[in-house]
């Protein structure tokens, strides 16, 4: 199975601030990889898929990037809708398998 | 517009089998496939297994042996059987749909929490 490693279990952060959220694949996924924000008592979200293509309806202040084994996750200018928890997932090979999580919260 | 909703018992024992259902709208289960993922309390995401848009299925093998994912499109439900439950099967389930060539998912259902009493 491949591996998803977010090294980042948590970041704190203020609004207006850019962060960024690392992935990393146990092997190469080519672009293969999605991310996810999940808030409290909201369903999941897709933000972005192919490693930096946004879905329809993310902001443009988030943007992705990497290819093969490393990926990121960037956020300019924090707003307070953004704080929640973040997921990367590769859909290169079965099983489908997803980082562990990054908690973003409000400094 | 494209909604899937999660149903099912809430509360299992043992070693019993669970049943859950996804009941979905604004898009045809014989176009997209569909996913279960499930979430242990504090823990990450689990990959379960698909129903097709074909309607074959594919499952994460660490579950293979356990699950099982049908559906009636008449209905517009996809159906997920898993046997012998444990307590380590207590978790929020969740369907979610993705398209044929691309296996990210683009909606999820709000979920489902299923504990699993010893």
């Known amino acids: 199975d491949v591996q998803m490693t977010q090294s980042l279990s948590y970041l704190a952060a203020s609004p207006g601030e850019s962060v960024s959220i690392s992935c990393k694949a146990s092997k190469s996924i080519s672009n293969y990889l999605a991310w996810y924000q999940q808030k409290p008592g909201e369903a999941y979200k897709l933000l972005i898929y192919s490693g930096s293509t946004l879905q329809s309806g993310t902001p443009s202040r988030f943007s992705g990037s990497g290819s093969g084994t490393d990926f990121t996750l960037t956020i300019r200018s924090l707003e307070p809708e953004d704080f929640g928890l973040y997921y990367c997932?590769?859909?290169?090979?079965?099983?489908?398998?997803f980082g562990s999580g990054t908690k973003l919260e409000i400094k | 517009q494209v909604q899937l909703k999660e149903s099912g018992p809430g509360l299992v024992q043992a070693s019993e089998t669970l049943s859950l259902t996804c009941t979905v709208s604004g898009f045809s289960l014989t176009s997209y496939h569909v996913s279960w993922v499930r979430q242990p309390p504090g823990k990450g995401l689990e990959w379960m297994g698909r129903?097709?848009?074909?309607?074959?299925?594919d499952y994460n093998s660490a579950l293979k042996s356990r699950l099982s994912i049908s559906r009636d499109t008449s209905k517009s439900q996809v159906l997920l059987k898993m046997n012998s439950l444990q307590t380590e099967d207590t978790a929020i389930y969740y369907c979610?749909?993705?398209?044929?060539?691309?296996?990210?998912?683009?909606?999820w259902g709000p979920g489902t929490m299923v504990t699993v009493s010893s």
């Open positions: 997932q590769q859909y290169y090979e079965k099983p489908l398998t």
């Open positions: 979610t749909r993705s398209d044929w060539r691309n296996w990210y998912f683009d909606f």
């Open positions: 129903i097709r848009s074909g309607g074959s299925t």
